[in-house]
C-alpha cells in the first residue's frame, strides 16, 4: 500500500500555533424547563445543526459497530445535497468495529476530533490521535477500535465514488494535520488558510476534506456560489456566516449542509480563530442522467 501525504507534509508551520482542540458533541438533553426557539434551521439551501441539538434522542445504531453511537448530520437527499454522508462517531471504550463499511462503492473519509483510535486499513495498524486523518478508497478493508480508557469521537465522511475510465483509484492517506503547513489562500495574509489533507491536483480524488482557519477578522470576501455542495463542522470558535439570504451566527459544534450553488461568504469576528472541517465533491462532471441510465 502506498501512503500519500499531500507536498508540503511535515513542513514547519509558519509561525507557533497554539494547541489544536476540535470540538465534539457529548449528547445529553436539555431539562424540561428549557425553551424551543434555538438555531436549527432547514431551508430549500441549507441546513444548520446547532451543538445544541445533537441530544442522545437523535443518535443511531448502526450495524456491526459496537459499544458506538452516531450523529447523523447529513445523508443524501433528492433535490437537496446528494453526494454524501457525514456522521459524528462515538465510541466508547473496547467499542469499534471489524465491518464498518457495508457498501464496496463506498469511499470514506475520518477525522479523530477526541481520544486515540486503532485504525487497520489495508492491512497495516496507524494510530489516530486528535487531528488525525485517514482517507479509505472504495473496496478497502479497514477496521476501527478504541483500545483506550476514554471516549473516541470522530467524522466519519462516505461518498459513492465516482470512477473515471484511465484513472486509477486514489491511494490511502493517514496522517495528522499538525504535520501539515497550512496554504494561505492568496492576497489575504495568512487571514484565511486551508489545510489540505489530500493533493488537490490528483484527479483520482472525487471529494476533498480540508480544514479551514480564519483568524480573528478574517473573512470570505465574497458570496461563493458554486457547483460543490458542502458540509461545515465548526471545531473551533465562532463566527457569522452568510447562507443564502441569510447571515447566521455559528459556533464550534455546529453544521452547516450546503447545497449546490447555495451563496456563501464568512466573518469571523473572534476573539480567537474560527476553523471548520470542510468536505465538497470535486473533479468530475457533473452527471446529465441518473445513476443506472
Same mark, same amino acid.
Given at each position: 500500500?502506498?501512503?500519500? %501525504?499531500?507536498?508540503?507534509? /511535515?513542513?514547519? *508551520?509558519?509561525?507557533?500555533? =497554539?494547541?489544536?482542540?476540535?470540538?465534539?458533541? @457529548? &449528547?445529553?438533553?436539555?431539562?424540561?424547563?428549557?425553551?424551543?426557539?434555538?438555531?436549527?434551521?432547514?431551508?430549500?439551501?441549507?441546513?444548520?445543526?446547532?451543538?445544541?441539538?445533537?441530544?442522545?434522542?437523535?443518535?443511531?445504531?448502526?450495524?456491526?459497530?459496537?459499544?458506538?453511537?452516531?450523529?447523523?448530520?447529513?445523508?443524501?437527499?433528492?433535490?437537496?445535497?446528494?453526494?454524501?454522508?457525514?456522521?459524528?462517531?462515538?465510541?466508547?471504550?473496547?467499542?469499534?468495529?471489524?465491518?464498518?463499511?457495508?457498501?464496496?462503492?463506498?469511499?470514506?473519509?475520518?477525522?479523530?476530533?477526541?481520544?486515540?483510535?486503532?485504525?487497520?486499513?489495508?492491512?497495516?495498524? %496507524?494510530?489516530?490521535?486528535? /487531528?488525525?486523518? *485517514?482517507?479509505?478508497?472504495? =473496496?478497502?478493508?479497514?477496521?476501527?477500535?478504541? @483500545? &483506550?480508557?476514554?471516549?473516541?469521537?470522530?467524522?466519519?465522511?462516505?461518498?459513492?465514488?465516482?470512477?473515471?475510465?484511465?484513472?486509477?483509484?486514489?491511494?490511502?492517506?493517514?496522517?495528522?494535520?499538525?504535520?501539515?503547513?497550512?496554504?494561505?489562500?492568496?492576497?489575504?495574509?495568512?487571514?484565511?488558510?486551508?489545510?489540505?489533507?489530500?493533493?488537490?491536483?490528483?484527479?483520482?480524488?472525487?471529494?476533498?476534506?480540508?480544514?479551514?482557519?480564519?483568524?480573528?477578522?478574517?473573512?470570505?470576501?465574497?458570496?461563493?456560489?458554486?457547483?460543490?455542495?458542502?458540509?461545515?463542522?465548526?471545531?473551533?470558535?465562532?463566527?457569522?456566516?452568510?447562507?443564502?439570504?441569510?447571515?447566521?451566527?455559528?459556533?464550534?459544534?455546529?453544521?452547516?449542509?450546503?447545497? =449546490?450553488?447555495?451563496?456563501?461568504?464568512?466573518?469571523? &469576528?473572534?476573539?480567537?480563530?474560527?476553523?471548520?472541517?470542510?468536505?465538497?465533491?470535486?473533479?468530475?462532471?457533473?452527471?446529465?442522467?441518473?445513476?443506472?441510465?
Amino acid at each position: 500500500m502506498n501512503e500519500v %501525504h499531500r507536498p508540503g507534509a /511535515g513542513a514547519p *508551520a509558519a509561525r507557533e500555533e =497554539a494547541p489544536r482542540r476540535y470540538y465534539a458533541p @457529548r &449528547g445529553g438533553l436539555p431539562g424540561q424547563e428549557a425553551l424551543h426557539t434555538g438555531r436549527a434551521v432547514f431551508t430549500e439551501a441549507y441546513v444548520v445543526i446547532p451543538r445544541g441539538v445533537m441530544a442522545d434522542i437523535v443518535t443511531s445504531a448502526l450495524p456491526f459497530w459496537e459499544q458506538t453511537r452516531a450523529w447523523i448530520i447529513a445523508r443524501p437527499l433528492s433535490g437537496f445535497a446528494e453526494t454524501f454522508a457525514q456522521y459524528v462517531m462515538e465510541v466508547a471504550p473496547g467499542g469499534g468495529s471489524e465491518r464498518p463499511e457495508p457498501d464496496p462503492a463506498a469511499e470514506a473519509a475520518l477525522f479523530v476530533a477526541e481520544g486515540s483510535a486503532a485504525l487497520t486499513l489495508a492491512g497495516r495498524s %496507524h494510530t489516530l490521535e486528535p /487531528g488525525g486523518f *485517514a482517507y479509505i478508497p472504495p =473496496a478497502t478493508e479497514w477496521s476501527l477500535r478504541n @483500545r &483506550g480508557d476514554g471516549f473516541v469521537r470522530f467524522h466519519w465522511i462516505r461518498k459513492a465514488y465516482e470512477s473515471v475510465p484511465g484513472l486509477g483509484l486514489p491511494d490511502p492517506v493517514v496522517v495528522n494535520e499538525r504535520d501539515i503547513a497550512p496554504t494561505p489562500m492568496p492576497d489575504t495574509q495568512g487571514a484565511w488558510a486551508t489545510t489540505r489533507f489530500v493533493d488537490p491536483a490528483d484527479l483520482r480524488h472525487d471529494m476533498h476534506m480540508t480544514i479551514v482557519t480564519l483568524e480573528p477578522g478574517g473573512v470570505i470576501p465574497f458570496e461563493e456560489t458554486h457547483v460543490m455542495e458542502h458540509g461545515l463542522y465548526v471545531l473551533e470558535g465562532k463566527a457569522v456566516y452568510k447562507l443564502n439570504r441569510d447571515w447566521v451566527e455559528v459556533e464550534a459544534g455546529d453544521f452547516m449542509w450546503l447545497r =449546490a450553488f447555495c451563496p456563501q461568504a464568512c466573518y469571523a &469576528g473572534g476573539p480567537g480563530r474560527f476553523r471548520y472541517l470542510l468536505y465538497k465533491d470535486v473533479n468530475r462532471h457533473p452527471r446529465l442522467a441518473p445513476p443506472g441510465r
